[in-house]
């Protein structure tokens, strides 16, 4: 008789971390006996981020609809999981988790585990029109009612959970998210340096930051910040690399503050890793993070952070060992922060050293990976 697989629910989106995340968890769950299945919420064509398929989990794809309750993806969801019968429905993601969550126990499935990225701050409006801050509570209590295990990927989110009553405590268990080091320690060398590409002279300092450019993130800080830095040190630049809806007013932003010759929006990029490598500080002033990977990944690549004191990043910096933490939205103490680095060497070695040596012991795909199997061990053995 087969063996009674697990099944994985998340959107594919090539951009995300959380299918890079659930992606790693999977192979570490299959390498000690798992069966695994994957539902994507995507298209079939779209690209995602990894190859579930290649590494021997089959793929069902469940297109999702923009629309604020897609009750038909509920319906297909509950059918899947009636036909595959799983020993337990996994979920990522405040909206997956819904369906997942909701589906799985009207299917009956014996076991289900949610994993929640996010801290609970929503904008004020979703892109259906309704109320985002809303719908996002309902959606929250109604799978950490119905759900058995709730996994959180940082203290600072099940901090948040339990702010609002919203689940059980004896549910929860955090599974920290983790980056895969190999990526930083065994990448190929840049055809062009960063400093060659940008048209740089080889004696600039390069602040950067890496993200989606969206009003949460908060890139008006550091670009207000940058106007300071600049003033006080005209070598320095700032590399920013990713997209979002507000690129265009940023670049504008730059223009109108005549920073646009030190500031560099680099669009969507693949090379994260070489970037990393070139950076000089890593800067992020964002409001709100489950446990960012961006930082994550700046730690492993021996950047000092300058990041601000908010939920999920306290969680990854430790204030003036591997960075400094600063208020929200405080641009004269970031900007004060990211010179003190900029002007001591040694003092960004020694920072940049601290954080890589707390991402291999606490925040290494290594350790979420055995995280995770732990939790699934409590559930149901693996099989022999």
């Known amino acids: 008789m087969a063996k009674a697989p697990i099944i994985l629910v998340l959107r594919g989106a090539h951009d995300r971390p959380v299918p890079r995340l659930a992606y790693y968890q999977a192979l570490g769950l299959k390498k ?19 190859d579930f398929e290649g590494a021997g989990m089959p793929v069902t794809y469940l297109p999702e609809r923009p629309v604020a309750v897609d009750w038909r993806l509920l319906g297909q969801l509950r059918r899947h999981f009636q036909q595959r019968r799983p020993v337990v429905v996994h979920s990522h ?14 299917a009956g499935v ?17 892109c259906w029109g309704l109320p985002r801050t809303w719908l996002y509570r309902l959606h929250e209590q109604v799978v950490n009612r119905l759900s058995e295990h709730i996994s959180p990927i940082s203290e600072s989110v099940k901090a948040a959970i339990l702010a609002r009553h919203a689940a059980n405590p004896a549910k929860i268990t955090i599974v920290d998210n983790g980056i895969d080091l190999a990526r930083f320690d065994q990448m190929d060398l840049p055809q062009q340096t960063l400093r060659e590409e940008l048209g740089l002279p080889a004696e600039a300092q390069i602040v950067g930051n890496v993200g989606r450019l969206t009003a949460g993130k908060n890139h008006r ?9 600049i003033e006080e040190m005209p070598r320095t630049h700032f ?6 809806d507000l690129q265009e007013e940023l670049e504008q932003l730059a223009a109108k503050w005549q920073i646009v010759d030190n500031v560099h929006f680099l669009g969507f990029r693949k090379d994260i890793p070489q970037l990393l490598d070139q950076f000089d500080i890593f800067a992020f002033p964002t409001f709100a993070e489950g446990l960012s990977l961006a930082v994550l990944e700046s730690m492993g690549a021996r950047l000092p952070v300058v990041a601000t004191r908010a939920p999920g990043l306290a969680d990854a910096v430790v204030d003036t060992e591997t960075g400094y933490l600063v208020p929200l939205d405080d ?17 960004r070695a020694r920072m940049g050293e601290a954080g890589r040596r707390r991402v291999e012991t606490v925040f290494s795909r290594e350790v979420m990976v055995q995280n995770m199997i732990e939790l699934y061990r409590r559930i149901v053995p693996a099989p022999a």
């Open 32 to 50: 000690v006996g798992y069966t695994l299945e994957v539902v994507l919420l995507c298209e079939p064509t779209r690209e995602v981020a990894f």
């Open 93 to 106: 993601g405040y909206k997956v988790n819904f369906y997942a969550i909701v589906a799985a126990r009207l």
């Open 110 to 126: 014996p076991h289900t585990i949610a994993t929640v990225h996010e801290a609970g701050v929503m904008p004020a409006k979703s």
């Open 221 to 229: 800080c550091l670009l207000r910040a940058a106007c300071r830095i």
């Open 239 to 244: 590399v920013i690399a990713g997209v979002g």
């Open 331 to 347: 641009d004269q103490t970031l900007a004060q922060r990211v010179v003190e680095l900029l002007r001591d060497e040694q003092l």
